[in-house]
């Protein structure tokens, strides 16, 4: 009786403690399991495996939060998002999916009043056609190229976001019979540029303006593989579309790709500091490749990447661009006796000189070039 009296305080105020967390609701279901932190108001799904489907949005076990929470968690493990799942949840504005995730089911997010954005990963292959409430104009899908979240966005007209592709070789992943493998392209200059596919399976492209308005359709350059030539223009936005003559088959295949051809239209600023960015400084001193260039000067190559020698103040570096570089040079110019430093020697130089980078010397001094 003494030691249940000696411990008594100890348990109770565990007790206590654990009773005040914010965290409420643990339910057991195949292996799913949820809880709700009233913290931050995130329900979070947790356990492995595919989730359940449900019948219709008041069937999910969590269904008491659809009213209060702003953020759901799935957490890694979940493999398949069951139907009506969080449907009616008006408040939630962010959802997290991780890359375990492959198939989304029907009205996951039906009637999501407040959810403006979602990001999927490249590992899904199956989404339901009325997993979104479709119509909306401010709703957006955070996709990756050549990715089967990419096809069913433009499938279904969902505004999405995608980084374009830089001019390598890559890999398409026919993951669903039928499906569109899209790759955004967006070059920086002028180039031509040839795709081909290689591999025992029948495949075929297109190619596709900003509003998906065929542009060109690859030609079989054997019995199974395409190859398609174009002429891109700097600043415009295409598709390139990888797909299967047979859409009934899925499958990997690779295509490489070759720069036949791109202009390089160059200008050169001075570096405002030394986190690289640009000042309003342009340089006009400047030699690549052993000539002179102005601002706006244009180069021509048959490669990429393709190589320059720059030279500056009698210091020459070699650097490497593509089709998608950035059309500036932005470069150090206060080292200007070339020793590999920004100190007083180079600001009595500059003074004496009257140099146009003078304004920029403090911001460097004692930085290793």
């Not at 409420?24 to 709700?36: E, H, K, L, R, S």
């Not at 039906?110 to 409430?133: G, M, R, V």
């Amino acid at each position: 009786m003494n030691v249940i009296k000696k411990y008594l305080p100890v348990i109770l105020s565990f007790l206590l403690i654990v009773v005040s967390l914010p965290v409420t609701a643990v339910v057991f279901a195949n292996d799913i399991d949820y809880y709700y932190d009233e913290s931050d108001s995130a329900l979070h799904i947790i356990g492995s495996g595919a989730m359940v489907n449900y019948e219709d949005e008041y069937s999910a076990p969590w269904r008491t939060y659809s009213q209060t929470a702003k953020k759901i968690i799935i957490e890694d493990g979940i493999t398949s998002i069951g139907s009506n799942s969080f449907a009616g949840f008006s408040r939630i504005s962010s959802v997290e999916i991780p890359d375990s995730v492959k198939t989304i089911g029907s009205s996951v997010f039906a009637s999501c009043s407040s959810l403006k954005e979602l990001t999927l990963s490249p590992n899904i292959t199956k989404i339901a056609d009325s997993s979104f409430a479709f119509g909306k104009d401010d709703f957006v899908l955070n996709v990756d190229a050549g990715s089967y979240p990419l096809y069913f966005a433009v499938k279904n007209s969902i505004d999405f976001n995608c980084d374009s592709i830089e001019f390598s070789d890559f890999k398409v992943r026919i993951v669903t019979p039928g499906m569109h493998a899209y790759y955004p392209i967006r070059p920086k200059h002028d180039c031509t540029v040839t795709f081909a596919s290689s591999g025992n399976y029948y495949t075929k492209c297109f190619i596709y303006d900003s509003n998906f308005k065929k542009l060109m359709t690859g030609e079989n350059n054997d019995d199974l593989n395409f190859k398609v030539t174009y002429s891109f223009k700097a600043g415009e936005t295409y598709y390139f579309d990888a797909l299967m003559w047979d859409t009934g088959d899925k499958c990997t295949y690779n295509v490489k790709v070759n720069v036949n051809s791109f202009d390089y239209n160059v200008s050169a600023y001075a570096m405002d500091d030394p986190s690289g960015e640009a000042s309003d400084i342009m340089i006009n001193e400047l030699l690549v490749n052993g000539y002179e260039i102005g601002n706006g000067t244009v180069l021509s190559f048959t490669e990429s990447p393709a190589a320059l020698d720059i030279t500056l103040n009698g210091k020459t570096s070699k650097i490497f661009v593509t089709p998608n570089s950035d059309s500036r040079l932005i470069l150090p110019t206060c080292d200007v006796n070339n020793d590999g430093y920004i100190n007083a020697k180079d600001f009595a130089v500059m003074k004496k000189e009257n140099s146009k980078y003078l304004p920029l010397f403090d911001k460097f001094i004692n930085y290793k070039i």
